[in-house]
């Protein structure tokens, strides 16, 4: 009888083991996904870092009409200018977009110095106004625009320290 009596009371711990306590709940999940792009710098002349990145600089160091161009550039030297010239790579990506290509244009951060001229692609640029490189980018493709710092003899021997800011736009 004291066995049956034990084996009551186990089996009544088991049973009220087996039988614990559930609850449930739930998660509502809202969102919505957005198209997008991304701009990166993908090469550059002088000694460059941050490519492959939104904010890639560009070392030029101490450039002189006389001395040999930065890595990367080419000097070319006139009766009352000098103008070293490069490539500056740009690639755009689009995710959740129907569009099939995109516009960029560029705009120079501040005031060229004095005697400085900043262009791209052929066209002088400005800190007013943004100069339009291409209206029909195409997505996942590095595009190479020229780029060309033209220095004149009269310029003031002093930094020419500028950024360039480009803009993609979706089509």
Do not use: C, H
């Not at 006139?78 to 569009?99: E, F, M, P, R, Y």
């Not at 033209?150 to 800011?165: E, F, G, K, L, R």
Request: glycine share 8%.
């Amino acid at each position: 009888m004291k066995n049956l009596a034990i084996a009551a009371a186990v089996t009544l711990m088991f049973a009220t083991v087996a039988a614990a306590d559930t609850s449930a709940g739930t998660l509502t999940v809202t969102g919505t996904v957005a198209s997008s792009i991304n701009l990166t710098i993908e090469s550059a002349g002088g000694t460059t870092s941050g490519t492959g990145t939104a904010a890639a600089t560009s070392d030029l160091g101490s450039i002189s009409k006389y001395s040999s161009a930065p890595t990367g550039f080419t000097l070319a030297r006139g009766a009352s200018d000098w103008t070293l010239s490069s490539t500056i790579g740009v690639k755009v990506d689009q995710a959740n977009l129907t569009s099939t290509d995109y516009s960029l244009t560029a705009q120079l951060g501040s005031a060229p110095a004095s005697g400085v001229v900043w262009k791209l692609n052929g066209s002088t640029l400005s800190d007013s106004a943004a100069t339009t490189l291409t209206s029909t980018g195409t997505y996942a493709s590095t595009g190479s625009y020229s780029w060309d710092v033209v220095v004149a003899d009269s310029a003031a021997a002093a930094a020419i320290d500028n950024t360039i800011n480009f803009t993609a736009t979706s089509n």
